[in-house]
């Protein structure tokens, strides 16, 4: 599908798609710079903790890197050391806030250089560095990632946990300076006593506790400042969609809402958005890990599709983010490859059922029909309406059973989650309920309701399926029965298409079983059956082929393959499948609601699962 360009952007699609290419990508200098820190880092570490590595033949690099400061040599290599370990990344990304720090800590390091040691070339190794970052401070403009002062706390623990293991380290890395014999216990207390500035139960010969005294006091004093920093620097909140936002895309899907069925879905309240400079389209994303993290297509006209992607990646390259886009559809796709140069590849297939074709006659919807008629007969019922038609008092029941239902204590969806039911906004929502009359009905805090589908708009005709949730006592098959009674009730609400799960690798699972696949097609294939122990890829696959559906290919577009780990890791964090959140006692409660997870679902004949993106 060809798409026209319009007045929204400026200057030709190749000029563009150069611009891009360029900008996002890290550059030389930054990543030279970054990986340099890491090593003198690294080394400042080891010339801190091991004394023979001071004295070795490694003693003459070591000497000239930042931290190897004379009679203070082990406390400030690990200071220096620990401090440029955290400063690389942020200095690969082109941080600004990671440059201000090395050009305030490689002076420093010059000046205790030579005022400790008289060392003229470690001062010249120490202020040559601090001169590149000053001589290419333009590269090194990227703006602070979402953040909050949790962070603070996340310091305090990992910080102190490593500092707890140096410092175990540093205490039995002198074995023939020590006085008798201590035990594990009492290097652990030592090193706890000397973190906060104490001396402990073990004792060295020589001057050797000076020593170990200095470097763990420096371990201490540097999770405390850090942790300090970190608690009351400004905080830079994520974004979240604003009414104004809601606005602007809701106004964007009345017009142009039909041709994405995940379209919708951007209106979860956790993402932010950017529109095009007209105003006709808008791309909705998630920062997670460092990657700038869009789902489906661009919202709006296709035309002004450009001008709003551009805004996407001017942004990305601003706080240097890697820029990644999951489950956008093949149009999508063409567009973003062709207006930044970035790369698509094939993540599965959506299942998407008209409504006019579907039937529940002939020999292949046969399981699916005796397995309808056999939980009819068990007296179950179910009703398919739209939000607005739903009382509060319902609704609520609902959104209780919903939650109460999942599967997992995290809520997991992102690209193909709402992350809400029954809201106010969203009275054009369609839910189907199953219900069963029983005598345990009358003490439940859900009175009948058994199990419970949730769909969203596509455009006027269509609904797209958020999430399947049911009461673990119901019997199975509830979200086939209630999968058909949706598609038996459409014609009645005016639907005439509806988009089920999203089947990871779809493709290559149709045609790894096929006769004459090839060695590398089945190995493929067997290896995406293994992983279905974990994801449910395959059992996902084969809940959606039993209705018959059309697949509709979805793709996740990428920079570069180096990119790819990065942005699989952040897609399942997005999703709710990695967590590297606080505990849930100490962790800020976020609206995030209803899941329709990107890779994995329980199995859907009988757990509590939810759409997969």
């Not at 941080?95 to 720090?101: I, L, P, T, V």
């Not at 609520?396 to 906004?425: K, N, V, Y």
Request: hydrophobic residues 45%.
């Amino acid at each position: 599908m060809s798409v026209t360009l319009d007045g929204d952007k400026s200057g030709s699609v190749p000029d563009r798609a150069r611009t891009f290419v360029r900008g996002p990508r890290p550059e030389a200098v930054p990543a030279l710079v970054g990986t340099a820190c890491a090593a003198v880092g690294l080394i400042d570490v080891t010339a801190g903790v091991f004394p023979r590595f001071r004295h070795s033949r490694m003693h003459s690099l070591a000497e000239v890197l930042p931290g190897a400061l004379g009679p203070f040599a082990a406390a400030l290599s690990l200071s220096a050391g620990v401090l440029l370990l955290l400063l690389a990344h942020g200095l690969k990304r082109r941080k600004r806030r990671a440059w201000r720090a090395a050009v305030v800590l490689l002076p420093a390091g010059a000046l205790a250089q030579f005022s400790y040691r008289h060392s003229v070339l470690g001062t010249l190794v120490s202020l040559t560095l601090c001169y590149l970052l000053v001589r290419h401070r333009s590269e090194f403009a990227a703006l602070p990632d979402p953040r909050s002062r949790w962070r603070a706390l996340a310091n305090f623990v990992l910080l102190g946990a490593g500092s707890l293991g140096l410092g175990l380290v540093i205490v039995s890395a002198h074995p023939r300076r020590l006085v008798g014999s201590p035990s594990i216990a009492d290097r652990l207390q030592h090193v706890l006593y000397g973190l906060f500035g104490f001396e402990g139960p073990v004792d060295y010969a020589g001057d050797t506790s000076w020593t170990v005294a200095y470097s763990l006091g420096a371990l201490g004093l540097l999770t405390a400042v850090t942790t300090i920093y970190l608690a009351f620097r400004p905080e830079h909140p994520a974004a979240r969609l604003t009414e104004d936002d809601e606005a602007g895309l809701r106004a964007l899907l009345e017009r142009h809402g039909g041709r994405d069925s995940l379209g919708h879905f951007a209106l979860r309240r956790d993402k932010a958005v950017v529109f095009s400079p007209s105003g006709k389209a808008a791309v909705c994303y998630r920062v997670v890990s460092g990657v700038m993290l869009a789902s489906g297509d661009p919202i709006g006209d296709v035309e002004a599709w450009p001008g709003a992607i551009e805004r996407f990646m001017d942004e990305a390259r601003a706080h240097s983010w890697a820029p990644a886009v999951m489950g956008c559809s093949e149009t999508g796709g063409e567009v973003w490859t062709r207006e930044t140069g970035l790369t698509a590849l094939e993540l599965g297939d959506e299942a998407v059922v008209d409504v006019a074709d579907f039937s529940l006659a002939g020999r292949a919807m046969r399981n699916v029909r005796q397995m309808v008629k056999r939980i009819e007969r068990g007296g179950y019922e179910t009703r398919v309406r739209r939000v607005a038609d739903i009382s509060e008092a319902e609704l609520a029941r609902i959104r209780r059973a919903a939650a109460d239902w999942r599967g997992t204590d995290t809520e997991r969806g992102f690209s193909m989650a709402l992350g809400r039911i029954g809201d106010s906004a969203d009275q054009d929502c369609f839910i189907a309920t199953a219900h069963k009359a029983d005598e345990h009905g009358a003490d439940s805090p859900y009175g009948d309701l058994k199990a419970v589908l949730h769909f969203v708009p596509w455009g006027t005709d269509g609904m797209s399926l958020d999430l399947m949730r049911r009461d673990r006592s119901a019997d199975p098959g509830m979200n086939e029965l209630l999968i058909v009674a949706s598609l038996q009730a459409a014609p009645r609400l005016g639907i005439t298409r509806v988009s089920l799960n999203f089947a990871m690798f779809r493709s290559a699972l149709a045609r790894g079983e096929k006769l004459g696949a090839g060695p590398v097609l089945r190995v493929w294939r067997g290896l995406l059956i293994f992983l279905s122990r974990w994801f449910q890829i395959e059992s996902l696959y084969k809940f959606n082929a039993k209705f018959r559906p059309r697949w509709e290919p979805r793709f996740v577009v990428y920079r570069t393959a180096r990119d790819l780990p990065r942005i699989s890791l952040a897609a399942m964090q997005a999703e709710g499948f990695v967590n590297f959140a606080l505990p849930r006692p100490l962790a800020r409660r976020l609206p995030v609601g209803p899941r329709r997870p990107c890779a994995h679902v329980p199995p859907p004949a009988g757990g509590q699962g939810a759409r997969a993106a």
